[in-house]
């Protein structure tokens, strides 16, 4: 379910703009979930919406690097 949110807003937003895409903030602790979410989105969806993808671990770090 959440390749195609990723992916469908992605193409939403190419559809609509001709600027630079959006980015994604995913939040997960597991390295290894969060590369094999990471590897289904690649070959889903292709490298260029895997490197939008950026990585918390936890919600406080989500908070931090949106002030930082």
Do not use: Y
């Amino acid at each position: 379910m959440a390749l195609n949110l990723f992916s469908k807003t992605l193409m939403a937003h190419q559809a609509s703009s001709s600027g630079e895409g959006p980015s994604f903030l995913i939040c997960e602790n597991d390295d290894r979930r969060a590369q094999a979410f990471l590897e289904d989105l690649r070959q889903k969806g292709g490298s260029e919406l895997a490197s939008r993808v950026n990585r918390v671990g936890s919600g406080r770090e989500s908070v931090s690097n949106s002030w930082a």
